[in-house]
């Protein structure tokens, strides 16, 4: 069982994604060999690097978990971890390198803003950092909740409220990733099929109603 609480059991654990988006990062300077700020290569919608950098999250949502199966890929966006306009950055291409570059759906990256992340959570909020599992769980009931080790964390907690991450639509996208893979392992031309695919139809025309 994956301990990553963007992952239902179905979902392929992600890789090595510091290594993937440093592919992506080759392929832009390929192309543009003085570029340095990656967004703005990056972040444009059907461009080839935007592809392989949502395929760096094996196209999953950093924060929430959410999958292009369920919000269409146009609605993910290349977020700043630390926000562009950070006083840590002097230039927008400074906030550009691509550590701070992070897979995000709409609804996460619009929450978060201009949250101030401070130097002390980097390793434990970070996306891509493994520390990010230990400070959010999955609970029996699919809501994504602040684990025990992190409960007082006011870092932690100032995260998680200003992202919404404890919000029912969360808690529906897993439950129709869940079904989804189930759904992956049963015969296309069974009963059971047609039935799980009318149930998972219903179910994302009402998340599509949550926005
Ligand atoms: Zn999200």
Redesign the pocket.
Known sequence: MDDDYRNTEYCEPLGDVRNRKNTVVAMVREDHPRARDMHEYISKNDSKYKNEFIEAYNGK?A??G?SIAIVPKQFFEVDHFIYRKSPKFKTKADAGFIDNLVL??H??NHEKGTLEISDSAYEYLHPDKPGIKDTFIRDDDFYIRISDAKKIDLNAKSFYEKLGLGAEVHRLDYLLMSMRGLRSQIEVTSTAYKYMTEAIDILQTKRNLVG
Request: proline share 0%; hydrophobic share 25%; charged share 10%.
């Open positions: 949502c924060y929430c959410v995000a759906c609804r996460c």
